[in-house]
């Protein structure tokens, strides 16, 4: 069965730095999320995108922010100057394009800020 | 603003017991689903619907929209199915409930 796939699975970064989360949405899906889960929180939506735009997004998608398609499959989110607070689990997902259809999430980035 | 609220927050059960896990949103929504998040962090996404009833295996699904309220089953629970269950409605984008933390103990 199709999956989306996230890259890193860990990432260490230093407070300040940018860093890239990558994801490969499953291939026919048009409709791609990003979410965040604070350790021991709940699941927060932060972005949706669709045709190359963001289609909608959260309080917490500040301009610190940016996601992007840059080719036919990966997905990105894009964190510049991260902060400690950043440090969460981000997950990817997608869907198909016809009418209103479940996500299909992938296993999740865990960020860690130091 | 839409709100989720899952109940139990954490459920222990013998292998073999009937689970339900219930979930009640307040205001309409297109959709709801339930997810099931595994130890390690992945999620998984088990149903998504918008009226009735869907069964996968032993899984059940209900809603009523009227009573804005859905709820889970599990029969015949087994210790694989421990995990943590989120229901989360369609409100525009996704809104999540806290989550309710199923152990099922041989």
């Known amino acids: 069965e199709p999956e989306v796939t996230q890259t890193p699975s860990h990432q260490v970064t230093q407070m300040g730095q940018e860093v890239i989360l990558r994801c490969v949405p499953i291939s026919n899906h048009l409709y791609f999320y990003w979410y965040r889960q604070i350790l021991g929180q709940k699941v927060e939506f932060l972005v949706s995108f669709y045709n190359n735009e963001i289609s909608e997004k959260s309080e917490i998608f500040d301009d610190q922010f940016s996601v992007e398609r840059p080719d036919g499959s990966n997905f990105t989110l894009k964190i510049r100057s991260t902060k400690l607070e950043d440090s969460a689990m981000y997950f990817c997902a997608s869907s198909e394009p016809r009418g209103s259809r479940p996500q299909h999430f992938g296993d999740g980035t865990r960020l860690s800020i130091l | ?106």
């Open chain 2, 1 to 106: 603003k839409n709100e989720v609220e899952q109940s139990p927050q954490n459920l222990t059960a013998q292998e073999g017991e009937f689970i339900t896990i219930n979930c009640s949103y307040s205001v309409g929504i297109s959709a709801l689903h339930w997810l099931q998040q595994h130890p390690g962090g992945g999620i998984v996404s088990l149903f998504m619907l918008s009226s009735g009833k869907k069964k996968h295996g032993r899984l059940i699904a209900t809603i009523n929209i009227q009573e804005k309220h859905s709820s889970l089953h599990i029969t015949a629970s087994h210790p694989r199915d421990s995990a943590v269950y989120i229901c989360a409605v369609r409100y525009g984008k996704l809104i999540f409930g806290t989550g309710t933390r199923l152990q099922v103990f041989p």
